[in-house]
């Protein structure tokens, strides 16, 4: 049956809250009724109503997304390209800050250098994005500062002409130990996206975990996995649990692909970027101020793209009630991410081997400011509660720029090291082969560092390597009796 | 009966030490003899002698000044309307150093932002009276960095949907920990003064204490207070006691809003703010250099608005005197503010209960510089004397901008916080609005905060939830023995 | 005798090492013979030779040096005047920066504003000199850093109307602990000189030591010294001991004024002040490059204005000779200057009574470069040896720049604290004023800071006052036993 | 036999990989069949092809490297003088920053100002190449700054005339405890090259190591040595051992001048210099994209001049089999170079007397960045196994600039302080007479600074003339028990 045509004087029509149309894809949607809910709140589509929102839409909604939220009928029909008026389109120019093409990726050095050209090359929301930590950004810039305050102790007249820096993550092997942690959205930055990173990925061997909000499905993001190349699948739990049961389902069937379920628990609720904030904020003036939204929650501070993503996430896990939860609805193992503290590291041990893996993780900056970096964590956790380490993998993230900051993780237990926005401005930098140059980098440099340390394998790194003394003197020192081996006791009533 | 008419020729006449006349609200007043007695100096009053001095006394005396200060004969008349020439005025210009209109105050994010507004928006004179701590102004730069250098604890996989940030403060309920501070002059930065700040805490039912030298009544400052909204007096006692009694006897009479007297101790005399004393001085030289005044008392460095304030202030108080005086005069509890050493807690605490609470505070770095914070303050005591949280409350004030910085003195032991220049500042910015907006940014901050810890209620915040190592290296460690257990024995023959 | 008249045009011709001659307040000096002996070297008078060179040499010597170094037929004449061609001068104007006057004194708020005052107003050669420290100026910038790592510990509700900052030195009343310490050729920075210090040192009755290489004689500096007042001269020892055995001799006949000689045992070598050099290195082009000099010693680096001072200083001193020595040539008390271990206070102390007190200082940063401050020295003492303080007085310089800083002085147990280039700048803003400003402002902060306190008399000052962990910390923790308590002796020997 | 004449048109034909001529010195060479096998990759080479390349060639290659490298049929003829045409060499003039003659080198009064000097007369290449450092420089800046957290402690009243900088090295007496270390390609930077700074340091009696990858010949650099001057040989042993030991014979014969073999052992593989990398990345873009090269290794970051030197550098060194060889092929003493750690300085002293030193270097923080500076492994012996000071010398370099840094290290045990880049700097500022200034300065502040300490000789400075507390306590303090005392049994199985 050929499809209605609609003109765009028409659509032109329909931009308040009591009718409102969008061109999506060619084809004109009646959103009116889907407004209240959904996840960035009505304003931002009440900006985009009565024209063709494809560009603003497609790289933040993978496929599917439209089916799953409107009904049929919502669909009026195509609009006529006969009645398009091409518009002049300066915000486009303006979103793309540099229009020559990226630098060979082989002549960046290290990670500043390539996040340099990502910041020139994406579109200004996808670096505020990206970018933006909370409040003050103190926990992401110590993050990073955090590993310079670690020196390292190389041991010399050791034959350092092998080196091998594979590992195993929850029994599999990798060819590397770093892995790209969950980050949404990757096609704002550039139209690679998740896929680009999957197969940047490949060529190392590396694992990646794919964030809950990724801008592609989770079957496009591992379709040209090579033999032996692994996935994690990250959750957050949203309000209405079928959803999240229909997700794990789909995860179960890719089983072959996606050996864990990465939940992430350090942001039940949103924290607060102010730079990313700042973005809505400039777009939102674009609504008449005299347009009144009813669903318009009290948000202090507007709304950036990630309190949109935030939108629907369930703030009420337990350890008591979702783990089983969990278990009912995947056999894939557990990592838990957002651990900050040795207790709960202690008590994410209980819960294995449901339990695999904790991920120490502040959400890089972008949850709590001031939360403290993994390097803490690692080290409350080798003073408070050591046995962790045997009984659980802890892998981290958070301020990784150098291989040298790759190694010192290890050397204090960690077992892999996550990158999240290096990952990103590799792709906003150069798409897939700015991620590989990215992983290049990081390789080399971990190598260099491993063979002047005069070490050959990831195994026989450790703490006899580093000089984390002036670390170790901030490092949470409580009544590690009471909080720690007294501690199982004492909560288990209350989880 | 008609008054006077007087002509301005005639009173541009009386500019000196010998006859000086001034115009106020449309009258003219002789003010010679009563420029010796002037706490800010007769220079301040001979700069605006012969002419109109409504703008520049208004914003600084509440209502009754003149009545409580002048006998009736020294109103002489009215001003002559017709004689009237209105000048130029640029000096109203350079005041308002910003014409349009502030901002949306949702706009401004963070309390930095609603600084920067309100510094552009404010004259200059009240910026710098608002903005100038002592000397370096180093205890006002640590009073907020100190903050920084404690790492939070979050906890996670813990239900954090509810969030509670009411407590009880002298057994009243409050809705936020967090109070308006006593600070002097509102109207100086904004005409909506210490009402609009009232205003503002009453949609949060904020409690706020109002300075002794506000530049409203009590009466206009409390006029719209909503039921259960508190307020607690500033009392600087004046060596004129009679004056102190008066006012006590006065706030008595409406103790169903002033639930205390806030006994400020932490400035007898005071502080050196170059900042404030500056912008005197540039005023001064408008004074024909010649003129001499015989009350100029031998003040290194001027005396800005600060100063003029301290003038007739008592620096003679004691425990043994001063507390016994009060309670003849007043039943309402006493909070001590200016506390900045654990000795003093630990004294006001055996006081109780007529003290009911201290404020640990170092007057935001305006009375004597490197003076400690009020977080070493806490963890002093914490760790000299911590029965004293058991026998009277803790209130902390100064460097707070982020609600980070809230619960992080909440997790030190205090009851509630203050805020002084941001609760002004924000008055600066946008009046009224900004203060919500201040209060707004606080207390949603708090809750983001308290939820990523994983805590429901103020009450469950402790220690456990910070990491202050850093800090406590650097806390006052003397002989506790000697300075402490066996303190009061020792000193309570010399209070 | 009428003297010979000498023309312009016949000075002009000896301008060599082999004849050499210099007209000096209207007088034509032969000063060939003398050039191997100047202590600043002869290229310094070869650059001055042929002319008038008044302006150059009279702000750096005291009247009395001519004729003590030069033979009576040096002076061969008058010039005549008829044959001065007036040089148009340029360099005059180079020098004076700043021709406007001086900001009235009193609108300068601190010592900072009065040493940007002086930067601006002095010859650039006299600031170079003054300003200058060692090598990277690291010691200079600590001493006074160092202050501002101490916090103060304020005690309320304590009355403090009353506030005395008078004590006593060596027995003799000041009304301030702060004197003003030996700094060299204060003429350079304004023509009031040493004596004009005096004079201000009368209106506080403060202490002052006067340098051994002042730029007037002791005889001058004194001359308006009020009944009460009292100086200390300090000495440094020269090669030729009868020069300073001459001198004690002339300082021991003004015993009513000088009540103790200071020795100076911080500089036996001159430190490298490279401002102070590159001076002298710009002066130095002006002479010929061809000109070869015989005495030109091996100095790398040349030798600014404190190289020359050294000149003929001896570094031979030690206890068991000098100190005997000394005794023999004056009755007066001795003060150590430049004591910077807990050892060498611990020694000085044995040598009670001829030895009264000790100046803990670091030369102001001019010897040695990352030498400690004496805030180091003070707490070195009162942990390895603090019967000290009761033996001797302890005093200290470096670094005072508010009156906070004297407080914490006084609290660690210095006596009283010494201002160097304060006293200097004071004198290179405004002369006699600027002194007297700068000790004004010290004076009146200092009682603020007592106040606030609660403290009335200096003798009430003591550590419970401050909190001086963070310093603490970085003390010189050697093996205390070794060095302090058996050192006596096992050093005695040796000495 | 007259050699065979070959015209410019002729060369410039030979450019690829496939026939690449070059002309240096006159003569024309066919490397084709070289060009896998040179250190610096082909594409180098490559650049150069066709023309005369003896200006890029001739500083860093000794004489004798054509003769080693190239068969003698690789040399085709002599160039025909009449066809070459001068090409205007727009790249020279870049590359000389400065045309004007240097500034007299007694005008430079430290090591500061003379880096700055020779930063701006230096080739840009030859700048980045000594003043690169690995990563983000995090160890070359601390290598001084560790320096500036050590206090000195002068003593006084001591006679300090004489002064006495001369020790002993292996033996031999030095004038000056310092000694020029190790650095490669002298004449980059000036043509002075190796035998200027050897020439400089017969002035001092001053030691100096010769570094493996000089641009002179070992005969050449001593051939105007002064008797008693002693030298020692640097070795980066080769994969080709046979080069080495070639090498090592060669220095055997010239054992009247060479006192020792420095084997370097912080540098198997090539740290990471991104400055040094640069500029290879710069010249590499002259070089047509489309040529391709079979050898090009797999090279993040490319390949600077620091690269290409390690080019077949053996990273297979081990105590077990290294030292063994070399007792074969040399009877001279070893001293070990590179030594980071304690447990290592102690195996080190395990293998005297073929051992006699070690020079404790992190290669000037070119090798691994954040790798601890010579200061803290000295502390940590001192800390750890103190009797390594009596068995082997230890000396130490990196981040020497002042005399005041030369005292402190021998304060705390080290018998010598090696400067690499300030010898370069010296030369590349001013040649010869530029080293000698930099010694000449080193000594002076020695000596001055040990005269302020009240030292006469070198072997009298100990730990009681500093104050490292503030280091200290960063110092590396891992189970000590485990890592010395009963390491060598636990190492020596391993070795």
Same mark, same amino acid.
């Given at each position: 049956?050929?499809?209605?045509?609609?003109?765009?004087?028409?659509?032109?029509?329909?931009?308040?809250?009591?009718?409102?149309?969008?061109?999506?894809?060619?084809?004109?949607?009646?959103?009116?009724?889907?407004?209240?809910?959904?996840?960035?709140?009505?304003?931002?589509?009440?900006?985009?109503?009565?024209?063709?929102?494809?560009?603003?839409?497609?790289?933040?909604?993978?496929?599917?997304?439209?089916?799953?939220?409107?009904?049929?009928?919502?669909?009026?029909?195509?609009?006529?390209?006969?009645?398009?008026?091409?518009?002049?389109?300066?915000?486009?120019?303006?979103?793309?800050k540099?229009?020559?093409?990226?630098?060979?990726?082989?002549?960046?050095?290290?990670?500043?250098?390539?996040?340099?050209?990502a910041t020139?090359r994406m579109p200004e929301?996808a670096w505020?994005?990206y970018?933006?930590?909370?409040?003050?950004?103190?926990?992401?810039?110590?993050?990073?500062?955090?590993?310079?305050?670690?020196?390292?102790?190389?041991?010399?007249?050791?034959?350092?002409?092998?080196?091998?820096?594979?590992?195993?993550?929850?029994?599999?092997?990798?060819?590397?130990?770093?892995?790209?942690?969950?980050?949404?959205?990757?096609?704002?930055g550039h139209?690679?996206?998740?896929?680009?990173?999957?197969?940047?990925?490949?060529?190392?061997?590396?694992?990646?975990?794919?964030?809950?909000?990724?801008?592609?499905?989770?079957?496009?993001?591992?379709?040209?996995?090579?033999?032996?190349?692994?996935?994690?699948?990250?959750?957050?739990?949203?309000?209405?649990?079928?959803?999240?049961?229909?997700?794990?389902?789909?995860?179960?069937?890719?089983?072959?692909?996606?050996?864990?379920?990465?939940?992430?628990?350090?942001?039940?609720?949103?924290?607060?970027?102010?730079?990313?904030?700042?973005?809505?904020?400039?777009?939102?003036?674009?609504?008449?101020?005299?347009?009144?939204?009813?669903?318009?929650?009290?948000?202090?501070?507007?709304?950036?793209?990630?309190?949109?993503?935030?939108?629907?996430?369930?703030?009420?896990?337990?350890?008591?009630? *979702? %783990?089983?939860? &969990?278990?009912?609805? =995947?056999?894939?193992?557990?990592? +838990?991410? /957002?651990?900050?503290?040795?207790? !709960?590291?202690?008590?994410?041990?209980?819960?294995?081997?449901?339990?695999?893996?904790?991920?120490?993780?502040?959400?890089?900056?972008?949850?709590?400011?001031?939360?403290?970096?993994?390097?803490?964590?690692?080290?409350?956790?080798?003073?408070?509660?050591?046995?962790?380490?045997?009984?659980?993998?802890?892998?981290?993230?958070?301020?990784?720029?150098?291989?040298?900051?790759?190694?010192?993780?290890?050397?204090?237990?960690?077992?892999?090291?996550?990158?999240?926005?290096?990952?990103?401005?590799?792709?906003g930098?150069?798409?897939?082969?700015?991620?590989?140059? *990215? %992983?290049?980098? &990081?390789?080399?440099? =971990?190598?260099?560092?491993?063979? +002047?340390? /005069?070490?050959?394998?990831?195994? !026989?790194?450790?703490?006899?390597?580093?000089?984390?003394?002036?670390?170790?003197?901030?490092?949470?020192?409580?009544?590690?009796?009471?909080?720690?081996?007294?501690?199982?006791?004492?909560?288990?009533?209350?989880?």
């Amino acid at each position: 049956m050929a499809e209605k045509l609609i003109s765009a004087e028409e659509v032109v029509k329909h931009t308040t809250p009591e009718s409102c149309w969008v061109v999506l894809y060619g084809n004109v949607y009646d959103v009116t009724e889907f407004l209240p809910s959904h996840p960035g709140g009505s304003k931002i589509i009440l900006q985009l109503a009565g024209r063709d929102a494809t560009d603003e839409y497609d790289p933040i909604h993978p496929p599917g997304t439209l089916e799953e939220n409107l009904k049929p009928e919502a669909k009026l029909g195509r609009i006529d390209p006969q009645t398009i008026v091409q518009a002049s389109k300066p915000a486009a120019k303006e979103e793309k800050k540099d229009v020559e093409g990226p630098p060979p990726m082989e002549s960046l050095l290290n990670l500043n250098e390539i996040e340099e050209v990502a910041t020139k090359r994406m579109p200004e929301k996808a670096w505020a994005y990206y970018y933006s930590s909370s409040d003050d950004t103190i926990s992401k810039s110590f993050n990073n500062a955090v590993y310079k305050d670690i020196l390292l102790r190389p041991r010399v007249f050791i034959d350092c002409t092998k080196c091998d820096t594979s590992t195993t993550l929850l029994g599999h092997k990798v060819d590397i130990p770093i892995f790209v942690a969950p980050a949404a959205m990757a096609r704002l930055g550039h139209p690679d996206g998740e896929a680009g990173i999957a197969r940047a990925c490949s060529r190392f061997n590396a694992l990646q975990v794919i964030s809950n909000n990724a801008s592609m499905t989770p079957e496009q993001i591992v379709a040209d996995a090579i033999p032996g190349q692994i996935f994690g699948w990250q959750l957050y739990v949203q309000n209405d649990r079928s959803k999240s049961e229909a997700m794990l389902a789909r995860i179960n069937r890719m089983a072959d692909k996606f050996k864990f379920i990465c939940l992430t628990l350090d942001a039940p609720v949103p924290g607060k970027r102010e730079l990313d904030e700042k973005q809505s904020f400039k777009n939102a003036v674009k609504v008449a101020s005299g347009v009144k939204t009813s669903d318009e929650p009290n948000r202090p501070g507007g709304g950036g793209v990630g309190q949109q993503l935030f939108f629907g996430t369930a703030s009420d896990l337990t350890w008591k009630i *979702t %783990l089983p939860w &969990l278990a009912k609805h =995947t056999n894939l193992p557990i990592v +838990l991410k /957002g651990i900050q503290t040795h207790e !709960d590291a202690f008590l994410a041990a209980k819960y294995a081997p449901q339990v695999k893996a904790v991920i120490l993780s502040n959400h890089g900056g972008r949850a709590l400011d001031t939360a403290p970096p993994a390097v803490h964590t690692l080290l409350e956790i080798r003073k408070h509660c050591p046995q962790v380490f045997d009984q659980i993998e802890v892998w981290v993230d958070g301020g990784i720029k150098r291989g040298t900051d790759v190694v010192k993780a290890l050397c204090l237990g960690a077992r892999a090291v996550g990158i999240g926005r290096a990952a990103l401005f590799g792709l906003g930098a150069g798409g897939q082969k700015g991620v590989e140059r *990215t %992983l290049e980098i &990081l390789k080399a440099e =971990t190598e260099t560092c491993m063979r +002047l340390l /005069g070490v050959e394998k990831v195994s !026989d790194l450790g703490p006899r390597h580093i000089n984390s003394r002036k670390v170790e003197r901030d490092i949470f020192d409580g009544d590690a009796g009471l909080e720690t081996f007294g501690l199982w006791d004492k909560v288990k009533s209350r989880l």
